[in-house]
């Protein structure tokens, strides 16, 4: 199953970790210093989801972001679905 969330098409992103060392010069350090950047993946927050939509009188099984299943509870499942060209 692909990590893609059907109504807002969030996907796995690639980003950075920053690895530093060191004290503060506030603190009486000498200052911090990168060390290592480190490649990580960051995932967004997809739940699998059985839907109900009253105009169609149907299920509707999808793969959700957690900002998806918020927009739907808004607008309602029809017209998110419409929007998304998902019926």
Do not use: D
């Amino acid at each position: 199953m692909a990590r893609v969330c059907s109504i807002r098409g969030s996907r796995v992103r690639s980003g950075g970790k920053i690895n530093r060392s060191g004290l503060a010069k506030k603190k009486g350090g000498i200052g911090r210093h990168v060390t290592k950047v480190v490649k990580r993946k960051v995932a967004p927050n997809l739940q699998s989801k059985r839907i109900w939509v009253p105009e169609l009188g149907r299920y509707v099984r999808l793969t959700l972001s957690a900002k998806a299943i918020k927009t739907i509870n808004k607008n309602g499942a029809h017209a998110t679905l419409k929007e998304a060209g998902l019926i």
